[in-house]
């Protein structure tokens, strides 16, 4: 599993969610991430069909790179790390 955040830095809750993204990682080392800013990675984050108005979102991955959730918005860290622990092996 791997989860793409697409965030940018106009954005409150993406300003919100970094350190607790942050915390997230260093506890979970195995954890695969990668950060799309909206506005200098427009092609990439095209391909995911996001709108503006829905930042922070965060695209959960299985290991064929298929999308199998998409959240938005500022998450508590908890509901993230239920969500991580219960499809890590996707």
């Known amino acids: 599993m791997k989860i793409i955040k697409v965030g940018a830095v ?3 809750g993406c300003i919100v969610m ?4 942050a915390v997230i990682e260093k506890e979970h080392p195995w954890l695969e991430t990668e950060y799309l ?3 200098e990675n ?3 984050v095209q391909i995911y069909n996001l709108e503006k108005g829905k930042l922070p979102t965060f ?3 299985d290991k064929e790179n298929k999308e199998f959730l998409r959240l938005h918005g500022e998450i508590s860290k ?3 790390v239920k969500v991580i622990l219960e499809n890590k092996d996707k």
Request: charged share 45%; net charge negative.
């Open 59 to 61: 695209i959960f991955v």
């Open 78 to 80: 908890e509901k993230l």
């Open 18 to 21: 970094k350190p607790r993204w």
């Open 10 to 12: 106009w954005c409150s």
């Open 37 to 39: 800013d909206f506005d």
């Open 42 to 44: 427009e092609d990439k």
